[in-house]
Nanobody
């Protein structure tokens, strides 16, 4: 059974930083890409970023590029989301997700497994 568990969310002031982690179990982590999504109240879940199986390639939504960085540690079956210069509009529940392919994946419909999410709140 594949399980994804996010951690690291919290309350931070605008301009601050947070680092989210997502621990994955139940599959060969290093074979697959990973992704991060977020969902604000009253809005649809949106793509944040994705990383390929090796960590050599990443891509991001325009709203977070140059502020957020995705990385992974295949030895620890964990993917990270470093968030810098946070803005109030980044407030959302953040989800990690796992597809069934190794390359970059952008559509939430192509992700087979999801964590329960972690709340990030950015105060102004």
């Amino acid at each position: 059974q594949v399980q994804l568990v996010e951690s690291g969310g919290g309350l931070v002031q605008a301009g601050g930083s947070l680092r989210l982690s997502c621990a994955v179990s139940g599959r060969t982590f290093s074979r697959y890409a990973m992704g991060w999504f977020r969902q604000a109240p009253g809005k649809e879940r949106e793509f944040v970023g994705t990383i390929n199986w090796s960590g050599s390639n990443t891509d991001y939504a325009d709203s977070v590029v140059d502020r957020f960085t995705i990385s992974r540690d295949n030895a620890k079956n964990t993917v990270f989301l470093q968030m810098n210069n946070l803005k109030p509009e980044d407030t959302a529940i953040y989800y990690c997700a796992a597809p069934t392919t190794g390359g970059l994946v952008y559509s939430r419909h192509e992700y087979a497994y999801w964590g329960r999410g972690t709340q990030v709140t950015v105060s102004s």
